[in-house]
């Protein structure tokens, strides 16, 4: 442990990498401010004979030195030293630091320290650091250091004849001995005595020896009359004298120097994909109205006996078939800043919700489309250890085999729960070999799991059932200035349709009785 006391830079020479600093400032007008309050140091008190090439370091860390004494002397306003920095990197830093008086102080570190009434008696010059802020030239209501350490016998006395007093004798662990009067520490008569004090008599001079297991008893039980006793007496556990240096608290100084990292646009679920509309057939919408035909009775043949005889014919029926195209939509008014500032980030994510909310909603459109012109059919007898949504599964495709190929079940997610905890039967191996047996081809069939449906529902279709027409481009955005309010309205618009072209292809089967 050393003791700290800080001075200033005098001069920094780059290029013979020297810092030249007023080492320890001496004189009542410049006070340091230690852990045992503030003391003054003067001429001749400090012995610094070995302290040539001593290591100096960053911020009092001796696992960071940076240099060493080359030079010191002592003058009548303090201690003098020239440093010799290291060609390291933190040595090129400190350079720099100092030289451009963003790291000129320095702070010495004493030794063996005594004080008195707030001086500094005597000390040895161990090393010093380079720190960021200057401690002597602090705060100046400080209370005066309390008289440090062990002098020589020269040292002057304490003068107790002015009252009577009781003397307390500091002894080591292994003589019971009194030690010489400078040691000594006087307390008034009317001062609360410990009890171990006591011991000895609470009168005239008597005076009681204290073993290092006393000392060490009475701050382990917080005996803190004992304890003040001590301290009074200088011994406070600190063998070195530390600077006091003000707080820095984060709490205090977040807000003001600390930047926060920045993230952009935090996660919030994965983007919803369409998985309805890919179902179905698509086709673009090219106008706001689409039109077409159908067959409501279909042309048929028959037997036919020859020999001139009349051949079979029917009635032939077809259907004008129109609808108008449906919209959505939604329009915002921005702050122009967004634009005028580029901050790209916020519009081009802002827009991409947008687009995918569309994306969403223009989906469950083909969702409520499709449940809409499905039939419904009663579910049938399920076979054992068959699930109810594979068994349903089966009978809607084979519903629909003669009209078309099943490539779709939309399933409810009880039921979807249902069919992944059945083990008694393999569900789609249960559903390929049934389909397989009426010649229906399953390749690419989909089982999609919704919570959009009833949660026991099954409904089975094929692509061919429906189509769903959208405009191309959709999502269209679509920008424009509002001058008077300094911001710009966006908004986004879109098209489509949807046509059942065969219910047949389509149906819903419910839960058997």
């Known amino acids: 442990m050393n003791n700290h006391i800080t001075g200033e830079l005098l001069t920094a020479d780059l290029s013979d990498r020297t810092l030249k600093y007023m080492l320890l400032p001496f004189g009542e007008d410049n006070p340091g401010l230690t852990n045992l309050g503030k003391v003054v140091a003067s001429k001749g008190t400090v012995d610094f004979a070995n302290s040539i090439g001593r290591s100096v370091n960053i911020e009092h860390d001796a696992k960071r030195p940076v240099g060493k004494f080359v030079n010191i002397e002592e003058t009548d306003a303090g201690i003098i030293a020239t440093i010799r920095v290291a060609a390291t990197n933190e040595g090129n830093d400190a350079l720099v630091l100092a030289a451009e008086g963003l790291r000129t102080g320095i702070s010495v570190e004493l030794t063996s320290p005594v004080i008195r009434a707030g001086r500094i008696i005597s000390a040895t010059l161990d090393a010093a650091g380079l720190v960021t802020k200057p401690a002597f030239k602090a705060a100046q209501l400080m209370v005066m250091a309390s008289d440090f350490g062990e002098i020589e016998a020269e040292d002057t006395q304490e003068d107790s004849s002015e009252q009577e007093v009781t003397e307390v004798v500091i002894a080591n662990a292994d003589a ?233 079940a939309i399933v409810g997610l009880t039921t979807y729960r249902e069919m992944l905890m059945t083990t008694e039967f393999d569900n789609l191996k249960f559903i390929t070999q049934a389909l397989g047996l009426e010649g229906g081809n399953i390749a690419g069939f989909q089982i999609i799991p919704s919570s959009d449906v009833a949660a026991t529902a099954v409904i089975v279709g094929s692509s061919q059932a429906v189509t769903f027409y959208e405009r191309p481009g959709t999502p269209i955005q679509v920008s424009a200035l509002d001058i008077s309010n300094g911001g710009e309205d966006e908004a986004l618009f879109g098209y489509y349709a949807l046509i059942v072209n065969d219910a047949r292809a389509l149906v819903n089967v419910s839960v058997p009785v």
Do not use: C, H
């Open 176 to 408: 019971e001995a009194e030690i010489d009067n400078e040691s000594e520490t006087v307390m008034s008569e009317n001062a609360a005595v410990p009890t171990a004090l006591n011991a000895a008599g609470n009168s005239g001079a008597a005076k009681v020896a204290l073993n290092a297991a006393t000392i060490a008893q009475a701050y382990a039980t917080k005996d803190t009359r004992l304890a003040a006793s001590f301290e009074d007496a200088g011994l406070t556990g600190e063998e070195n004298l530390f600077a006091a240096l003000s707080n820095i608290t984060s709490t205090a100084n977040t807000a003001n120097v600390e930047q926060s990292q920045w993230l952009g646009e935090l996660w919030s679920g994965q983007p919803y994909t369409r998985k309805y509309a890919k179902l179905v057939n698509t086709g673009s919408l090219t106008s706001w109205k689409i039109e077409g035909w159908k067959f409501t009775t279909k042309p048929v043949v028959g037997d036919y006996a020859g020999d001139l005889a009349a051949i079979p014919s029917n009635v032939v029926v077809t259907q004008r078939f129109s609808e108008e195209a449906a919209r959505l939509a939604g329009g915002w008014k921005l702050d122009r800043k967004y634009r005028d500032f580029g901050n790209t980030e916020f519009v081009s994510s802002f827009f991409a919700a947008a687009a995918e909310d569309y994306a969403r909603k223009s989906d469950k459109k083909v969702l409520d489309f499709i449940v809409a012109e499905a039939p419904v059919v009663a579910g049938q007898a399920i076979p054992a250890g068959v699930s109810s949504g594979a068994a349903r599964i089966v009978q809607g495709a084979m519903s629909m085999i003669d009209v078309a190929t099943p490539t779709f």
